[in-house]
């Protein structure tokens, strides 16, 4: 079990970049899947990205492929979510999200993620 906290959120224009953080206490899981989620009101929690932590294989949703990358430092035990091109529809709370390795398998099931942060607001305008 791990603790998560985002940050990184905020507001920028369309085509704006945006990098999000999630500290992971005590450490990011030497063989685990961390994931970004988001979500808005009108819809329920979408996968984003996800990484395979034993070899940083990683996962992107079709929507933001080639936009978004996620990536990990562990001496900053970071799971970061670097978003470029960022669009209205990229809008909403985003959660950082872990679970073991597999769930890498499945990783676009929230279901399957035991552990949370509380979420950082992103807002693209347009």
């Known amino acids: 079990q791990v603790q998560l906290v985002e940050s990184g959120g905020g507001s920028v224009q369309a085509g704006g970049s945006l990098r999000l953080s999630c500290a992971v206490s005590?450490?990011?899981?030497?063989?685990?899947?961390m994931a970004w989620f988001r979500q808005t009101p009108a819809k329920e929690r979408e996968a984003v990205a996800a990484?395979?932590?034993?070899?940083?294989?990683?996962y992107s949703a079709d929507s933001v492929k080639g936009r978004f990358t996620i990536s990990r430092d562990n001496a900053e035990k970071t799971v970061f979510l670097q978003m470029n091109s960022l669009k209205p529809e990229d809008t909403g709370m985003y959660y950082c999200?872990?679970?073991?390795?597999?769930?890498?398998?499945?990783?676009?099931?929230?279901?399957?993620?035991?552990?949370w942060g509380q979420g950082t607001q992103v807002t693209v305008s347009a």
């Open positions: 005590p450490e990011i899981p030497v063989n685990g899947c």
């Open positions: 999200a872990a679970a073991s390795w597999r769930t890498c398998g499945s990783w676009s099931n929230p279901q399957y993620f035991f552990d």
């Open positions: 990484i395979y932590t034993a070899s940083d294989y990683p």
